[in-house]
């Protein structure tokens, strides 16, 4: 470098952007508002929590079809 002249910034490497395990995915998103229309609001509440917690859609829906019903 001669004289008066600026070093290159250091910058630091860009984070990955993860999705935490209680985000649900684009896919279930969009199976759960073609399911709405045939099922209550608190069985489609329930699913989505049993889904954040990581169950799959099959899972939950047979659990809350159990639990709490169409």
């Known amino acids: 470098m001669g004289y008066g002249g600026t070093m290159p910034k250091k910058t ?3 984070k990955k952007v993860e999705k935490s395990m ?3 995915t684009d ?3 969009a ?3 073609r399911h ?3 099922h209550t609001a608190k069985h489609i509440s329930m699913m ?3 889904m954040k917690e990581g ?3 099959t899972a939950a829906h047979n659990k809350t079809m159990k639990d709490v019903g169409k």
Request: aromatic letters at 10%.
């Open 48 to 50: 989505r929590k049993l």
């Open 12 to 14: 630091m490497p860009a």
């Open 27 to 29: 896919e279930q998103i």
């Open 36 to 38: 709405k229309f045939s």
């Open 22 to 24: 209680g985000d649900l």
């Open 55 to 57: 169950m799959s859609f």
């Open 31 to 33: 199976k759960l508002s």
